[in-house]
C-alpha cells in the first residue's frame, strides 16, 4: 500500500468522471476529496486545503473559472488548480488560466496523464517550498526587484501581485538573465513535466506576466521573444528587441 502523498480535490460534475480520477489517485496514495458543483467545492478547499484541485471548467451554478477566481483571494491562493475542459472550450481555458489557473488537460484524457500532470504539479511545490531558504533572498534589476523569500516581485515603489506559476516563471527566466529558453525546456523548468507539444498553458502565462509587468505589453522590455526559439528575460535593455531568425 502507497503511503499517503497528499489531498487532490475532484471538482466535476460527471460522476463517473470523479470517479475514474479518484481511483487513480487513491492507487498512488492521495486523499481523494470530490464535488459536483462549485459552491461545495470552495466550502470544501478553504476548510481543508488541498493540495491541488482538479477543476471542471463547466459546472452548474458557479463554472470553474468563477471558483478558480474565488479561491485565489483566498487561502487557497497558492494551490496549483488544474482544469479539466472539452476541445471546444479553448477561451474558457484561456480565461481560467488568466484567473489564476496552473495548467489545464482536455477531455477525454489518459487517466494515467492526468496523474503525472498532478505529480509534476506537486513535486515542484514542494520543491519550491524546502528550496526557499536556499535561495538568494533578493534578485535586483534596474527598476526591478524579487524577492524569493516572501514571493514579492516590486517595480520602483509599486507591488506587482504575480500568481504562483506566474512568479515561478518569472524566477526561471530572472535567474538566468538573456538566457533563451525553447518552448519545452521552459514548460518543462516550470511545470516539471512534458508539455506534449501544446504549449498555449506557457504562452498564456507569459502573456499575463507581461500585461502586469510591463509598461507596454506589445514591446515588452523584460520578457522578450525570441522568433524561432522562445523567451529571454533581457535586463539590459529598454524597449523591446524581438529577435528573428
Known amino acids: 500500500m502507497n503511503s499517503f502523498e497528499g489531498s487532490i480535490l475532484v471538482v466535476d460534475d460527471e460522476r463517473e468522471i470523479t470517479e475514474l480520477i479518484s481511483l487513480y489517485l487513491e492507487k498512488e496514495g492521495y486523499d481523494v476529496l470530490t464535488s459536483d458543483n462549485g459552491i461545495e467545492a470552495i466550502r470544501i478547499a478553504e476548510a481543508l486545503i488541498p493540495d491541488l484541485i482538479v ?7 458557479m463554472d470553474g473559472i468563477e471558483v478558480c477566481r474565488t479561491l485565489r483571494q483566498g487561502v487557497c491562493a497558492d494551490v496549483p488548480i488544474l482544469f479539466l ?8 481555458i484561456i480565461r481560467g488560466l488568466s484567473e489564476g489557473g496552473d495548467d489545464y488537460i482536455t477531455k477525454p484524457f ?10 509534476a ?11 526557499t531558504e536556499d535561495q538568494t533572498a533578493l534578485l535586483s534589476f534596474p527598476g526591478l526587484d524579487i524577492d524569493f523569500r516572501s514571493m514579492e ?16 516563471l518569472l524566477t526561471v527566466l530572472a535567474r538566468n538573465p538573456n538566457k533563451v529558453f525553447p518552448l519545452e525546456e521552459l514548460y518543462q523548468r516550470v511545470w516539471q513535466s512534458d508539455s506534449m ?24 522590455r523584460w520578457i522578450q521573444t525570441v ?6 528575460f533581457s535586463p539590459a535593455l529598454s524597449c523591446d528587441e524581438t529577435l528573428s531568425t
Do not use: W
Open 55 to 61: 477543476l471542471d471548467v463547466s459546472l452548474d451554478r
Open 85 to 92: 475542459s472539452c476541445k471546444s472550450e479553448d477561451q474558457d
Open 110 to 119: 489518459s487517466p494515467s496523464q492526468l496523474v503525472a500532470r498532478i505529480q
Open 121 to 131: 504539479h506537486i513535486r515542484r511545490r514542494r520543491t519550491r517550498e524546502r528550496s
Open 153 to 168: 516581485v516590486r517595480m520602483g515603489d509599486e507591488l506587482i501581485f504575480l500568481s504562483a506559476k506566474e512568479f515561478e
Open 197 to 220: 507539444g501544446d504549449t498555449r498553458t506557457l504562452m498564456v502565462h507569459v502573456s499575463n506576466l507581461r500585461k502586469k509587468m510591463e509598461p507596454d505589453p506589445a514591446r515588452p
Open 227 to 232: 522568433r524561432g526559439f522562445g523567451y529571454r
